[in-house]
């Protein structure tokens, strides 16, 4: 019986699961929707697994451990959600609720830095010892590594990229703080400010596509590549980082974000060399990858991931794509 793992990535809308071999391949993925205010999301994520740990054994494979990735404040060392507010949970003991479903280990980590893990070891940051991921998406968050070792924080919630004070004395921010970077400069921020200032109700890839005939989109748009320049700034000042690896919807925008950005960061930055800033290389995949080498972690099969490329796990390249059966939900 071949060993397989786990790896469930939980986004503010899907539930994206998956059955991952020791060659890192997607050999089973169901994807639902996480969204209902009427389920409770820890009942959907103890079915879903099931469902997936059933198939596995049906299909002749064993399960020996299980990688589970979620927003919040999460401690890794007691696989404990501190405080997820997009899922209503507070101090979810989610490691030993499903290691007990499941009569494997589970571990627990935050998605945005599952997906810098993944980044560091098969993507753009691969190689580097020193580096940053910024997902920019609904809001913004960083994964931060240092000397190979993940920063986690005191309070467990490292990386909360979004609320530094890009322009001290700048817009409100949701969270009650004054010009925070993702009031600028993430897929809410971009919506939210070209509404207020007249726009139409758009989408962030929307006020993209405008950029070349529509000057409040560009103000909106310049507003937000200058916020992200101040904080990588500051990213760079205070961590020393290689690289800067973009993901999430935003980082999607290619050179109209890169170009800018790499001319702003580096003219800001008098006295030093910028560090490179680079596009992600896995994408949407990056949450589902690192929950599965923390899987292969969690079942003392650590070596197994050492072993993976980029090029074989992106076939497929989410967890819908041919060659993934998926289960069928009602």
């Not at 994520?45 to 399960?63: C, D, F, I, K, N």
């Not at 580096?131 to 993940?150: E, M, P, R």
């Not at 890169?258 to 001319?263: N, T």
Request: hydrophobic share 45%; aromatic share 4%; net charge negative.
């Amino acid at each position: 019986m071949s060993e397989v793992v786990l790896a469930l990535d939980i986004g503010g809308t899907n539930l994206k699961g998956a059955v991952v071999d020791t060659s890192g391949r997607v050999i089973l993925a169901e994807t639902i929707g996480a969204d209902d205010a009427t389920a409770e999301p820890l009942e959907l994520v103890r079915a879903l697994l099931a469902r997936l740990a059933g198939r596995a054994e049906q299909s002749g494979h064993r399960l020996v451990g299980a990688g589970i990735v979620t927003p919040g404040i999460i401690d890794p060392e007691t696989a404990t959600v501190l405080y997820a507010s997009t899922l209503r949970w507070t101090d979810v003991p989610l490691g030993s609720i499903l290691s007990d479903d499941l009569g494997v280990p589970v571990a627990i980590g935050h998605d945005v830095r599952a997906a810098g893990l993944a980044e560091a070891l098969f993507g753009a940051s691969s190689g580097a010892a020193q580096s940053v991921l910024v997902a920019i998406g609904t809001g913004v968050a960083a994964s931060i590594l240092t000397s190979g070792t993940q920063v986690i924080g005191e309070l467990s919630s490292a990386g909360e990229l979004g609320h530094i004070p890009a322009f001290p004395h700048g817009e409100d921010c949701t969270c009650g703080q004054r010009g925070c970077l993702e009031v600028y400069m993430s897929g809410a921020g971009l919506a939210r400010r070209y509404a207020a200032l007249g726009g139409e109700s758009l989408s962030a890839a929307q006020i993209v596509d405008r950029l070349p005939h529509d000057p409040l989109a560009a103000r909106v748009w310049a507003d937000g590549i200058e916020a992200l320049a101040v904080g990588l700034k500051t990213v760079t000042m205070l961590l020393d980082p290689a690289v800067v690896v973009l993901t999430g919807g935003v980082s999607r925008a290619g050179d109209a974000l890169l170009v800018p950005l790499r001319r702003q960061l580096s003219e800001s930055l008098a006295w030093r060399a910028a560090p490179r800033v680079e596009t992600s290389v896995l994408g949407t995949s990056g949450g589902r990858i690192g929950a599965s080498v923390l899987a292969f972690r969690a079942a003392n099969r650590a070596e197994v991931p050492e072993q993976w490329t980029a090029a074989t796990l992106l076939s497929p390249r989410d967890l819908t794509a041919a060659g993934a059966p998926s289960l069928q939900t009602n």
